[in-house]
């Protein structure tokens, strides 16, 4: 990380300047003091260029989003981390909150989780306030609630409080002014530290895969939603399912993007992440997409995800009925082919059956939150093998779905 640079080009178009006017400034007494003009620059350069020339975003109204499936190997923490990123290389001011234990999107901005010896387990158990624990990035716009090892307990942590599922609501609410945007980045589990996060968002991200294993995932994820709704009162703002890691010239997958249209049209977005492996080698490096290569189909789609998502929603409701969907799901799993596609007629035929036949060390504890506010001065307020193995996998749904509704029930009594 502490080798990423930005191209002298790419600097003038993220400042929404010319060549010609930063040539200027840097030899004029503005942005002398940073070292006048050169090819590349660090991504703390861009932070006190815009802070000296003032080009901020106007601010929207803080929205907390949270990137969660149940369903595992989904690229959650790729999308998150990119996605915040990229929101604070555009002047954003951002925090970055990493709820899995295994520390991932803290990585992914290069810090080494194992060194954070104060985290987002002292936030929500311990009660420490997230300007003391939020840790600055290579942008100054960005900032991280970094996660380790001793997130895993955290459930067992939080189960003896008073209001356990509305720790994180409030804990962000005291640095509602702080941040125009909270990108949150879970693991792939239903408890007490994704009910939280739940509870604390105003947009739920999903991404999933173009294959028909996500239709399960989501329709677990919605009855949770409905339970939430119903033993809570808790609708979130907005739903948006992202399609990542989608391949056009795979049947399998354009079939299963149009089954995820058909069934889901209200939340389902009209673009897709397309596959690419720099999602991959980028987290390899510990370097966000942007860093890494902005030029990038993979960089290029994170863009239009932003696009479709950050801006203030219209209609404050998104509630899918979960008999439709579970209707939904039941014919799609009745009517899957275990066999690989080519087993079928023609490729065509298979896929169509199988899916519509239906990352520098932390500070140590008492020195994360030192000199953390914001540079930007900008005030304006403005996503018979088979049958066993189905078998198998319906229990573990049931297994599931039965701890995320004690999850639910365990959090209405602690509010009884």
């Given at each position: ?5 930005y ?33 590349s620059?660090s991504?703390?350069v861009?932070?006190?260029?815009r802070?000296?020339?003032n080009?901020y ?10 990137f969660?499936?149940?369903k595992?190997?989904?690229?959650k923490?790729?999308?998150?981390v ?16 990493d ?5 991932h ?11 954070c ?8 158990v311990?009660s420490?306030?997230?300007?003391e624990v ?7 716009e ?5 996660s ?6 955290v459930d067992l942590?939080l ?23 909270v990108?949150?980045?879970?693991p ?29 995932g ?8 409905d ?7 808790h609708?979130?703002?907005?739903i948006f399912?992202a ?10 997958a ?18 897709v992440?397309r596959q ?14 942007f ?8 960089a290029?789609?994170?863009d239009?995800l ?12 998104a509630h899918v009925?979960t ?8 014919s ?9 596609t080519?087993?079928?007629?023609t ?8 899916m ?9 504890a008492?020195?994360?939150?030192t000199?953390?506010?914001?540079a930007?001065?900008h005030?304006?307020l403005?996503?018979a ?6 078998r ?25």
């Amino acid at each position: 990380m502490e080798n990423a640079k930005y191209l002298r080009k790419r600097l003038v178009e993220l400042l929404d300047t010319t060549e010609e006017a930063l040539r200027d400034l840097e030899t004029s007494g503005l942005l002398a003091p940073f070292g006048g003009p050169r090819d590349s620059y660090s991504p703390a350069v861009l932070s006190s260029y815009r802070r000296a020339l003032n080009v901020y975003p106007k601010r929207q109204l803080a929205r907390r989003q949270l990137f969660l499936n149940f369903k595992g190997g989904t690229g959650k923490t790729s999308l998150s981390v990119s996605y915040a990123h990229r929101l604070a290389e555009l002047g954003h001011r951002v925090l970055l909150v990493d709820l899995d234990s295994q520390g991932h999107a803290s990585k992914c901005v290069g810090f080494e989780a194992e060194e954070c010896e104060v985290t987002l387990f002292d936030v929500l158990v311990k009660s420490r306030p997230v300007r003391e624990v939020a840790v600055p990035t290579i942008l100054d716009e960005l900032h991280l609630l970094p996660s380790n090892l001793r997130m895993s307990t955290v459930d067992l942590s939080l189960m003896p409080m008073t209001n356990r599922e509305r720790r994180m609501q409030r804990a962000l609410d005291a640095v509602v002014e702080d941040y125009d945007f909270v990108i949150m980045d879970a693991p792939p589990s239903f408890g007490l530290l994704n009910l939280n996060a739940l509870i604390a968002c105003h947009d739920l991200i999903v991404p999933v895969l173009p294959d028909f294993l996500s239709f399960h995932g989501l329709k677990l994820l919605f009855e949770t939603l409905d339970d939430l709704a119903e033993d809570m009162d808790h609708r979130l703002d907005r739903i948006f399912i992202a399609i990542n890691q989608y391949n056009p010239t795979t049947t399998i997958a354009r079939t299963a993007r149009g089954a995820l249209e058909q069934h889901y049209p209200e939340h389902i977005l009209p673009m897709v992440i397309r596959q690419c492996t720099k999602f991959a080698q980028a987290s390899g490096e510990g370097v966000p997409i942007f860093l890494f290569d902005p030029s990038s189909k993979a960089a290029e789609d994170i863009d239009a995800l932003i696009a479709h998502t950050r801006l203030e929603p219209k209609v404050s409701e998104a509630h899918v009925d979960t008999n439709t969907v579970a209707q939904a799901v039941g014919s799609t799993q009745s009517t899957v082919d275990p066999r690989p596609t080519g087993a079928m007629d023609t490729p065509e035929a298979g896929a169509t059956a199988a899916m519509t036949a239906s990352s520098p060390p932390c500070p140590a504890a008492g020195t994360g939150g030192t000199n953390l506010g914001h540079a930007n001065p900008h005030t304006e307020l403005d996503s018979a093998s088979g049958q066993d193995e189905a078998r198998t996998d319906q229990a573990a749904r049931n297994r599931t779905h039965s701890t995320s509704q004690e999850a639910v029930s365990t959090a209405k009594e602690s509010i009884s």
